[in-house]
């Protein structure tokens, strides 16, 4: 089968590897339908996250079900079915608690000895704990696909950064980030109720879906500038839940610094420099929390399908730019260079 | 009147005072009974945290309303009264959501121009909002009295740090640091119903007291090791509920390093450092919250007094040694050698 290996920074290719195959009767194969690029496999291809030459990558897939393993019961053949950024076995303490991302059998894709998402098919281990599985109708809706396709990380991690700032009905959330994670914690905390939401971005193209997906303001300044803006929008006071969908250290002192008191940082960013963003003083003069961390989407991913499904939230638009399997060398490179917000790969 | 002020690092002295008096019509003034020493008041006695000669000290009291300005309608003379560390209107916005830390009329005791409670009597600004009415009764009772003052700062703090670690019936809750916080904060976390307490420190005495307070563990060791024995205990996985009670680096890393996945750290100790222990990769990987600050003690109160009163927890405990007024200096330097744990002054 053909898939997408990564040899070295900035060399993706798209390749022949040996076919995927269900090696333990808990393991499913699954065939991509559609599959995308994730801002944080940009770490990989700029060499800042290490890899082995030729290794698989991708994390992010929905498809349909072409083989189980003899001890799969909850998907069979010719499901439709999203697959979350890391499998997960649905049964140890973690998994039944939740928190799916410390299942203590769980893994990413892409890992050296298992298949990446940005492939033609899967080997998906704990496949009953992992899959979820999608309308099978849905296959044929382009638009609808999209959207599901979120679901395997995006989304859900949106649904995580809102959560653990704590975003409610009433609540003024701010959103530093305008990626697709950022975008998707707008959405995420208009549906979880907030009042009022202030996406922090400076690229018209992101914030005006930043306003589609509930953004009431837009702040397009940076550092003190922008602490200072959100400040102004709100009375001095800062956001009730601040959402930090960057990672660095910039990002991170201005999600601190226009918290209000007694609020809470969602952090999702995967730190990159983050850490030295924290004002621990400002943080306990003022009760600022910090929550987040890698996102358990698969715990999410039932609360979030219906809404999907009947278009109460739409983050398909997160999707920008679209290229087949042997486009997505071509993919990174315009993910990388800004010109595309999110590649989506249909296979 | 004779009060403690501070000229110099090391240089306490009990000296003469203008009288405290009302100055404002929601002022009163209260003759303090008990007041004690706090670990946060050695800061400014080692030079850590300026002040201005003469300038005065001492944030935990109680004692009985002298005087009341025209608009005080809570309490009036004679009443016996506890006070927070910190005084608050009670009106405004932070205040009616039970975060008074951030009291757009609050303040600190001993800033420059008000009174410390380490001294015969003591303005109160915002009566009605700050102090809190104890039963006449318990002015004759010295052992009652003792547990009652620890409502004014440490227990309430340690309250704080527990519910900010997220003790809770089942949970297994570690605490790092065995200074009158620490120890209160295992006492919190008992009230509120964890099972397993880990008290971490390396002086019997404490350790003994954090047992009577409800301790089910005691780790003496240190960095890595003390690390390694939490993980021990917990079959591997940490603790549900963090409480970091120091402030430094060392031990915030321990705190983060010893708490479960999805678990949270509930931090009161002041930051002197303790912003280099965050190792937010960490906490990224395992979804491990921060959760804490200057606790809003004057909300705890209302909720922590009957169980005070009707012995169900006794904090009197972390006074280990009595001094009278004259005898604050001395006092001083006892918890600043660790001869003493916290010092309470009889005036």
């Known amino acids: 089968m053909r898939a997408t290996t990564i040899h070295a920074p900035f060399d993706m290719r798209v390749e022949d590897v040996p076919d995927a195959a269900v090696r333990h009767p808990t393991d499913a194969v699954v065939r991509v339908l559609r599959a995308c690029i994730c801002g944080s496999d940009l770490w990989a291809y700029r060499g800042e996250a290490r890899r082995q030459p030729g290794q698989r990558i ?59 998402g940005q492939g033609e098919a899967v080997r998906v281990p704990h496949a009953d704990g992992t899959l979820v599985r999608l309308p099978k109708e ?28 704590g975003a409610r009905p009433g609540a003024t959330v701010a959103v530093v980030g305008d990626g697709a994670v950022g975008l998707c914690a707008v959405l995420a905390a208009k549906r979880l109720g907030a009042e009022r939401i202030i996406a922090l971005g400076r690229h018209a193209v992101r914030t005006d ?60 960013g995967v730190p990159h420099g983050s850490a030295t963003g924290i004002d621990l003083d400002f943080m306990f ?11 358990p989407v698969r715990t999410y991913i039932p609360e979030l399908l219906p809404d999907v499904l009947d278009g109460t939230i739409d983050p398909s638009p997160v ?28 296979v």
Request: overall charge negative; charged content about 20%; some cysteine.
């Open 58 to 116: 991708g994390h992010e897939f929905l498809g349909v079900v072409e083989e189980t393993g003899a001890e799969v019961t909850g998907v069979r053949r010719g499901d439709l079915v999203v697959a979350p950024f890391m499998w997960s076995d649905g049964v140890c303490a973690y998994c039944r608690e939740g928190l799916t991302t410390s299942c203590e059998h769980g893994g990413f894709w892409g890992s050296v000895g298992y298949d990446g």
């Open 138 to 165: 849905a296959a044929g809706d382009d638009h609808l696909l999209s959207a599901l396709l979120t679901l395997s990380d995006v989304l859900g991690t949106g649904h995580h950064a809102a959560l653990g700032a």
């Open 209 to 268: 879906i930043a306003r589609r997906f509930g953004a009431t303001d837009v702040v397009a300044e940076r550092g003190d500038a922008a602490v200072e803006a959100v400040r102004e929008l709100t009375g001095g006071q800062g956001a009730h839940a601040v959402v930090e969908a960057v990672g660095t250290e910039q990002s991170m002192r201005t999600a601190v610094h226009i918290a209000r008191d007694g609020g809470a940082i969602g952090f999702v």
């Open 285 to 295: 003069d003022h009760n600022i929390a910090l929550r987040g961390g890698v996102a």
């Open 319 to 346: 999707f920008d730019t679209t290229v087949d399997l042997e486009g997505v060398p071509e993919g990174y490179k315009a993910m990388d260079q800004r010109t595309a917000l999110k590649v989506m790969i249909t």
